[in-house]
């Protein structure tokens, strides 16, 4: 089983730059240990399961909540059986069928 989950968290009481506070959940993700792309708008992550997933999200809200009186959050999920690897299975697909590589 699989659950990619793509999310974009951010406090909104804390001014125009919040650079330092997205750094704290990518220090979060990172040590996870499930796989991820950080994007310009989000961070996608790949996980085992729900719980997996969901956890990696609250414990990046947990760090935030510390000093952030308010926080917005917007996730997505994509749920399937199967293998793993999809993050990249997905990409990859895409590519074949335009038959190169896209930006990264």
């Known amino acids: 089983m699989s659950v990619m989950l793509n999310?974009?968290?951010?406090?909104?009481?804390?001014?125009?730059?919040?650079?330092?506070?997205?750094?704290?959940?990518?220090?979060?993700?990172?040590?996870?240990?499930?796989?991820?792309?950080?994007?310009?708008?989000?961070?996608?992550?790949?996980?085992?399961?729900?719980?997996?997933?969901?956890?990696?999200?609250?414990?990046?809200?947990?760090?935030?909540?510390?000093?952030c009186a308010r926080i917005y959050c917007t996730i997505a999920i994509d749920y399937r059986r199967g293998p793993a690897g999809r993050m990249t299975s997905k990409i990859e697909s895409v590519e074949g069928r335009l038959d190169r590589k896209l930006k990264k």
């Open 7 to 67: 999310f974009a968290m951010f406090p909104t009481d804390k001014g125009e730059s919040v650079g330092p506070y997205v750094s704290r959940s990518l220090e979060v993700v990172d040590g996870s240990g499930v796989d991820y792309r950080f994007g310009p708008m989000g961070t996608a992550i790949e996980a085992d399961d729900w719980d997996q997933a969901l956890g990696v999200v609250k414990q990046c809200f947990e760090k935030m909540q510390a000093d």
